[in-house]
């Protein structure tokens, strides 16, 4: 029989907590340092070695260039700590209780629906044949999204962490569903039963202590090619191997596989495997297609995609919040309200890695359609992002000042 090994807690809470500021830095200053190449004369050599063919024909994989390499086949890292998350979530955090999750689920529902909506009527309205696209402003970026609020927003009570962490993730686990269901072209069941069956035996494995490296990568690995094979994007098969993952201590344990092996691996996914990602999708020449940066700016895929985020993400969430929080199904904690909201509104417009997923897979084989979207998605994430930093500030000044004592004026 295998030996079983235990959850390793020896790491520190500071380091988990610092995470999220660390990551989503790594991934500001890779998308920059690609705009740059994009946008000068290193631009040739960027492209060359994006577009650099690393296919594996032996092995079926065809047609990959390290750009491809980087959105199917290292991100799935992200999509595996993401897993465990929805399953911490599901099992320990906010995810569990119904009815504090239930509005924040809610306005995940709302703040994805709006800007796909926004989407499809500007593009549909001006004649062009691009609807493929109308999931790209769906997303938040929750390393993003954290990151600022750690930074801007220490001074918000707790619960609006809670409430955007919630959101967040229920975000992420609607954008798979969007990933798997919408942007699958050709399904092959033989080689999606294979990574079914190999991700239960990972399952089997983890659930049984069976937790050595050598025996769970290769598994993960096999799980990740049998998804690529199917059709369905393999980034999937990191979500679903994170989902088996148990999120409760066993007996004798501090914590639980699901803590220890996120904080392993989401080391690795801030660290290595985002940045990475960041470097080769962000990488889109501010003159997008053939004209000048300026026409971009006016075409209806880069429109779509910056209102989408901009202006239809935190739309949709605070019109569902609004309409749903005075519900006895749906609670908003006293601590908060609409204009809270509105403020995490701008947040989770900061929609990035899974969005920038979404417009390769929306617009792959397709360049200039795929450079407006990306430049949507960077300058409406970017746009969010700075409003999000003022109503930050404007709302943590608002709750500094409930707190002092009657007569007392809080300071600038």
């Known amino acids: 029989m295998l030996p079983k090994h235990r959850p ?4 520190s809470l500071r380091e ?14 890779s998308a920059v340092i690609a705009m740059i190449f994009a946008n000068t004369p290193l631009a040739g050599f960027y492209n060359f070695i994006k577009d650099f063919d690393l296919s594996i024909p032996a092995i079926g994989i065809d047609h990959m260039t390290v750009a491809h390499w980087a959105s199917d086949g290292i991100l799935a890292i992200f999509f595996f700590v993401v897993g465990i998350e929805l399953k911490r979530e599901f099992v320990t955090g906010q995810l569990r209780d119904p009815r504090k999750a239930s509005l924040p689920i809610a306005a995940a529902v709302g703040g994805m629906a709006v800007p796909a909506i926004v989407y499809a009527i500007v593009v549909s309205t001006s004649g062009m044949d691009a609807l493929e696209g109308w999931a790209i402003p769906v997303a938040t970026d929750i390393a993003f999204a954290l990151g600022l609020l750690a930074v801007f927003g220490k001074g918000l009570p707790s619960p609006f962490r809670a409430f955007l962490l919630t959101l967040a993730v229920m975000d992420d686990l609607l954008g798979i569903v ?5 942007y699958t072209a050709s399904l092959s069941l033989w080689w999606l039963a294979a990574s079914l069956v190999t991700i239960a035996v990972y399952a089997l494995c983890v659930n049984r202590g069976w937790n050595a490296r050598w025996l769970l990568i290769p598994l993960g690995i096999l799980a990740w090619y049998f998804m690529l094979r199917s059709g369905v994007h393999a980034t999937i098969a990191g979500v679903l191997l994170g989902l088996t993952v148990p999120a409760l201590p066993r007996a004798g344990d501090k914590i639980s596989l699901a803590e220890d092996m996120e904080h392993d691996w989401n080391a690795l996914s801030q660290g290595v495997a985002l940045p990475i990602f960041a470097f080769f999708a962000a ?14 700016l006016s075409h209806p895929v880069f429109l779509g995609v910056f209102l989408g985020l901009f202006i239809g993400k935190p739309l949709g969430i605070l ?17 908060l309200n609409l204009k809270d909201i509105a403020a995490l509104g701008g947040l989770a417009g900061i929609g990035f890695t899974v969005s920038l997923l979404i417009g390769e897979l929306a617009f792959r084989g397709n360049e200039a359609m795929l450079d407006y979207a990306h430049l949507g998605v960077i300058l409406g994430s970017l746009a969010a992002a700075f409003v999000a930093i003022f109503t930050l500030r404007l709302r943590e000044r608002a709750h500094h000042a409930e707190k002092l004592p009657e007569g007392k004026v809080a300071m600038p």
Do not use: E, H, M, Q
């Open 283 to 296: 990488g889109v020449p501010f003159a997008a297609g053939d004209g000048t940066f300026f026409d971009a």
């Open 178 to 182: 969007v990933i798997a269901i919408f």
């Open 8 to 11: 390793d807690d020896t790491f």
């Open 319 to 335: 019109l569902t919040v609004a309409l749903l929080y005075k519900s006895p199904y749906f609670r908003l904690d006293s601590s």
């Open 16 to 29: 988990r907590l610092n995470s999220r500021k660390v990551g989503g830095t790594l991934l500001l200053v």
